[in-house]
């Protein structure tokens, strides 16, 4: 196994020389013995109707990733899971699973829901064509990846996990292991795609937010991403999250105090279900305050699609990860990008 090394980039700490790059993917990295591994898996999120989608994304992460590395998976459903589900996925994979059925109270809205006050909302987000406005499963799924995949029995045996998703697609060798670069670089949360979230779905997230940190202004440790999600210090929220259908984190930080107490914050405000909160901005909220903003990492070498977006890694990386997406066609500074602002914390 070789510990992770990407492309120096003078706008981040402690830069990896491109020659351990070059080390990590000829298959001599610095530091790996043989058998080293960090305390990790794969978690996916997934229907029994999904399976077909599931198993390009494993396939493609088996091949350039996990035969090398034999990581486990957790699959988590709402329902269980199917006998051809499990023979499907655990063939094509070279390690174990678990599969899991996600607890009702994980799952399904909560009592303390006002549902007559969440329909004139979610109508209102269909009066205005917003994708998933009407959906309540998708709120489910939102508050569910914000606050409970974690908890799951199955996930207490792991520290780190690595997000997977139907139908994505992973470009390049990934011949060093991200889960040890988090471990031995104290890292909380790493990235691929950056965006600016819809607006309207979460009109008073940051209002809650701010409340929860007047009330615990000691959970918030110096130099923390702040930079990353506002522009005026605080003041207000830019809207930039990371896209986190694709994360690689150590539970840690979501098991923590200051973001258990937060997610409980929100959870009790109801955001979920009378806007549309999504994981997404909630996961990074979480990591941008309550991490140094050096503990949050972008996996440039990492090579991602989920559509319509895509990370594709450039020059030298591309080269050295035998990736096969094409260098122009990377989301990292498009216009509705927002890495140029996770660069700039570091300039």
Same mark, same amino acid.
């Given at each position: 196994?070789?510990?992770?090394?990407?492309?120096?980039?003078?706008?981040?700490?402690?830069?990896?020389?491109?020659?351990?790059?070059?080390?990590?993917?000829?298959?001599?990295?610095?530091?790996?013995?043989?058998?080293?591994?960090?305390?990790?898996?794969?978690?996916?999120?997934?229907?029994?109707?999904?399976?077909?989608?599931?198993?390009?994304?494993?396939?493609?992460?088996?091949?350039?990733?996990?035969?090398?590395?034999?990581?486990?998976?957790?699959?988590?459903?709402?329902?269980?899971?199917?006998?051809?589900?499990?023979?499907?996925?655990?063939?094509?994979?070279?390690?174990?699973?678990?599969?899991?059925?996600?607890?009702?109270?994980?799952?399904?809205?909560?009592?303390?829901?006002?549902?007559?006050?969440?329909?004139?909302?979610?109508?209102?987000?269909?009066?205005?064509?917003?994708?998933?406005?009407?959906?309540?499963?998708?709120?489910?799924?939102?508050?569910?990846?914000?606050?409970?995949?974690?908890?799951?029995?199955?996930?207490?045996?792991?520290?780190?996990? $690595? =997000?997977? %998703?139907?139908?994505? @697609?992973? *470009?390049?060798?990934? +011949?060093?292991?991200?889960?040890? #670069?988090?471990?031995?670089?104290?890292?909380?949360?790493?990235?691929?795609?950056?965006?600016?979230?819809?607006?309207?779905?979460?009109?008073?997230?940051?209002?809650?937010?701010?409340?929860?940190?007047?009330?615990?202004?000691?959970?918030?440790?110096?130099?923390?991403?702040?930079?990353?999600?506002?522009?005026?210090?605080?003041?207000?929220?830019?809207?930039?999250?990371?896209?986190?259908?694709?994360?690689?984190?150590?539970?840690?930080? $979501? =098991?923590? %105090?200051?973001?258990? @107490?937060? *997610?409980?914050?929100? +959870?009790?405000?109801?955001?979920? #279900?009378?806007?549309?909160?999504?994981?997404?901005?909630?996961?990074?909220?979480?990591?941008?305050?309550?991490?140094?903003?050096?503990?949050?990492?972008?996996?440039?070498?990492?090579?991602?699609?989920?559509?319509?977006?895509?990370?594709?890694?450039?020059?030298?990386?591309?080269?050295?990860?035998?990736?096969?997406?094409?260098?122009?066609?990377?989301?990292?500074?498009?216009?509705?990008?927002?890495?140029?602002?996770?660069?700039?914390?570091?300039?």
């Amino acid at each position: 196994m070789h510990e992770a090394a990407e492309f120096p980039d003078p706008r981040e700490p402690e830069p990896i020389k491109l020659s351990d790059l070059a080390k990590a993917h000829s298959g001599h990295g610095p530091h790996d013995g043989p058998h080293r591994k960090a305390n990790a898996t794969f978690v996916i999120l997934v229907r029994n109707s999904e399976l077909k989608d599931i198993i390009e994304s494993l396939k493609q992460l088996e091949d350039r990733f996990n035969r090398q590395f034999h990581y486990p998976y957790v699959f988590l459903n709402e329902q269980p899971f199917s006998d051809e589900f499990k023979r499907w996925t655990s063939e094509i994979i070279s390690a174990p699973a678990y599969y899991g059925l996600i607890p009702p109270e994980h799952w399904y809205q909560p009592s303390h829901i006002d549902e007559s006050r969440a329909a004139h909302f979610r109508q209102l987000l269909v009066d205005e064509d917003i994708i998933y406005g009407g959906s309540v499963s998708y709120r489910n799924m939102c508050r569910f990846n914000s606050g409970f995949f974690y908890r799951h029995p199955l996930m207490q045996q792991f520290q780190y996990y $690595w =997000r997977v %998703e139907p139908g994505v @697609k992973f *470009f390049c060798d990934i +011949d060093f292991d991200p889960f040890l #670069y988090m471990q031995d670089h104290n890292k909380t949360y790493a990235f691929t795609i950056s965006m600016y979230e819809y607006e309207r779905t979460i009109s008073s997230l940051w209002a809650v937010t701010q409340a929860f940190m007047k009330q615990h202004p000691e959970y918030l440790p110096e130099d923390n991403a702040m930079e990353f999600i506002s522009d005026d210090e605080g003041k207000t929220y830019n809207l930039c999250h990371f896209w986190s259908n694709f994360e690689i984190a150590d539970m840690s930080l $979501w =098991r923590g %105090e200051a973001y258990s @107490k937060y *997610f409980e914050f929100l +959870d009790t405000a109801g955001g979920f #279900y009378y806007e549309r909160w999504g994981d997404a901005p909630v996961h990074t909220l979480g990591a941008a305050l309550f991490s140094r903003k050096d503990q949050i990492h972008f996996f440039r070498e990492i090579g991602y699609r989920h559509d319509p977006f895509q990370h594709c890694p450039q020059g030298d990386l591309h080269r050295l990860g035998k990736c096969w997406c094409e260098e122009k066609d990377n989301f990292d500074h498009e216009g509705y990008s927002c890495t140029y602002r996770y660069e700039r914390m570091f300039s």
